[in-house]
Nanobody, 120 residues
Framework: QVQLQESGPGLVKPSQTLSLTCTVS??????????WSWIRQPPGLGLEWMGA???????YYLPSLKSRTSISRDTSKNQFTLQLSSVTPEDTAVYYC????????????WGLGTQVTVSS
């Protein structure tokens, strides 16, 4: 079973860049056909897929967030990272990393999630 763990600051100031890391165990992030996604859930709202990086390092982004989002990976550490720039209070959410094999929008394994609050 694949295990994922999010880490990063819980509080970010407006206009700053939010950075989160997902540490993966149980498989290599380079294993064929895995997609590694970031998903968030603002308070009172549903889940929102933000973007993903696949087993070959190719990235995919939600169009409405693409200008502010960057997803990268460190294969030596078996981690992938989310950066969201120019944050506002509307970016306050629980952020999850998740993965699925073969399909970008289907997830077999999730991290527990981490709360990020944007506030001055």
């Amino acid at each position: 079973q694949v295990q994922l763990q999010e880490s990063g600051p819980g509080l970010v100031k407006p206009s700053q860049t939010l950075s989160l890391t997902c540490t993966v165990s149980g498989t290599s992030i380079s294993t064929n056909y895995y997609y590694w996604s970031w998903i968030r859930q603002p308070p009172g709202l549903g889940l929102e897929w933000m973007g993903a990086i696949d087993f070959s390092g190719h990235t995919y982004y939600l169009p409405s967030l693409k200008s502010r989002t960057s997803i990268s990976r460190d294969t030596s550490k078996n981690q992938f990272t989310l950066q969201l720039s120019s944050v506002t209070p509307e970016d306050t959410a629980v952020y999850y990393c998740a993965t699925g094999n073969g399909k970008i929008y289907e997830y077999n394994d999730w991290g527990l999630g981490t709360q990020v609050t944007v506030s001055s």
